[in-house]
């Protein structure tokens, strides 16, 4: 571990290091100088290693981006300030060094908004990289930044940022140079590689203990839809159908366990796996009782904050789902994409979801699901879900749930549904086609539980 360590330090000190002959965006000071000039100010005002380090690196992202990278004209790298965040994490700098790097453009932001003199003290390249960094923050984004729990250090930081482009450093004694951050900077990723092995450990044990921990335990169940939100970077989820059990033509089936994994690994995005056992118990007519097993993997994406995430208005999703073939059972792949709407109010919340595909068996497939829910306050709060799908020529679903969440903590929530279903099913008898109607009836019962596996992402505003 501590090898990569070391190499990372050595990577971020030769991008520094060819950086002291490059000037600081129309600043008359060198990169490396800003730098080194930066990460001093915190250190003599008594900051935590993260924040020395922060300071130090705070610019990064204009010397790591790609060539290809999007440029603000003359005045660096667009989006350098999450670029050199998402370099930081990376190399394995703690997520507190990546946050604080991330936060330095939006505390400009910040600082105009609020401080309108703030402005004047600005250098006319920071006035017009501001321009293109969206400007003074709005209201909105003012009080989500505030929320931020690295929120007064990013300011800080910004006020180090301001005063490190002194063109002599005054001294009385010299500036340190880059070397004497090696051991500071090595001892910060080992430890962060050592707090993420442990976070896996103990998560590994809490899925066992299912022990409440922070997380929002999102997963949809007990419906066919799911709601417009999407894992937290960092946040693994799982949901798990306890038992499932469903009668057909006379044979007891049980679904069981329904599980479904789920992960935040990139903004905005959940990957989910879903994996369904599926166990007849009845005579089966004399068939051999085999289980099947059903997954598929899925790719969740937030296109707009909504009521869901705190914000107003609708929130807005889509999923692309791999319906892969089941095992034991004769079918193909299939896939579906699904657009989903959701709005909260304090009455309750609304999740449209219309989804197109086509199935494992080959066919064209259209399902339509609406799931409305009682007041999220509530501890227990009702839910019911009325589903429609006609997978063409073979077989149309109607249905409709009514069950109960129980939010036992934030990040554990229980689910209770009761389902009626009537199936119209086409097949094709002696070139007839032929219509039969059955009426089917299912309890779910299951839980879904949420962790952070690492530091949550800073929520800071986008400012393209
Ligand atoms: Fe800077």
């Not at 008594?46 to 004209?73: F, Y």
């Not at 004399?286 to 869901?308: E, I, M, N, Q």
């Not at 999923?319 to 709005?343: H, K, M, Q, Y």
Request: overall charge neutral; aromatic content about 10%.
């Amino acid at each position: 571990m501590s090898d990569k360590a070391a190499n990372a330090v050595e990577r971020v000190f030769a991008l520094l290091k060819n950086a002291e002959n490059q000037d600081y965006i129309g600043e008359p000071i060198s990169q490396l100088a800003h730098a080194l000039q930066c990460g001093e100010f915190a250190a003599q005002s008594g900051a935590s290693d993260d924040e020395v380090i922060a300071a130090l690196l705070h610019d990064i992202g204009h010397l790591c981006a790609a060539e290809n990278a999007a440029k603000m004209g003359g005045f660096g790298i667009d989006s350098h300030h999450r670029i050199g965040g998402d370099f930081a994490r990376e190399l394995g700098f703690s997520e507190c060094v990546g946050a604080l790097i991330e936060g330095h453009v939006e505390a400009k932001r910040y600082l105009v908004a609020k401080h309108p003199k703030y402005l004047n003290e600005l250098s006319d390249a920071s006035k017009e990289t501001l321009k293109r960094q969206g400007g003074p923050m709005s209201d909105e984004e003012l009080q989500q930044f505030e929320s931020h729990p690295q929120f007064k250090t990013m300011l800080k930081l910004r006020t180090w940022d301001d005063r490190a482009k002194l063109i002599e450093w005054p001294g009385p004694k010299p500036l340190p140079n880059l070397e004497s951050y090696r051991a500071m900077m090595i001892k910060n990723i080992s430890e962060s590689f050592q707090r993420a092995g442990a976070r896996w450990g103990i998560a590994a044990v809490a899925a066992l203990a299912i022990v409440a921990h922070a997380g929002n335990a999102e997963a949809y169940r007990p419906f066919e839809g799911t709601a417009a939100t999407v894992n937290n970077r960092g946040e693994f989820g799982l949901a798990m159908g306890t038992g499932e059990t469903f009668d057909r033509a006379g044979n007891g089936f049980i679904l069981a366990p329904f599980i479904q994994f789920s992960f935040g690994i990139l903004p905005r995005t959940s990957f989910n796996l879903g994996v369904r056992d599926s166990i007849p118990v009845g005579p089966m007519g004399g068939r051999r009782r085999v289980p099947t097993v059903r997954s598929a993997l899925a790719l969740k994406y937030l296109f707009r904050d909504g009521t869901l995430q705190g914000k107003t208005g609708l929130s807005i999703g889509g999923e692309i789902d791999a319906l892969l073939p089941d095992v034991n059972a004769r079918n193909w792949a299939g896939g579906c994409g699904t657009f989903i709407v959701s709005n909260r109010w304090t009455w309750g919340t609304i999740h449209l979801n219309q989804t197109a595909g086509y199935t494992r068996l080959h066919n064209f497939d259209l399902q339509t699901a609406a799931i409305l829910e009682g007041p999220i306050r509530w501890a227990v709060r009702p839910v019911g879900e009325l589903y429609f799908e006609q997978e063409f020529e073979r077989v149309t679903t109607t249905a409709a749930l009514v069950g109960a969440l129980w939010r036992v903590a934030p990040s554990f929530v229980i689910d209770l549904g009761l389902r009626g279903i009537r199936l119209d099913a086409q097949s094709i008898n002696e070139g007839r086609v032929a219509f039969t109607t059955q009426y089917i009836t299912e309890a779910r019962i299951g839980f879904s539980w949420s962790t952070q596996m690492w530091e949550p992402a800073p929520k800071v505003t986008a400012s393209r």
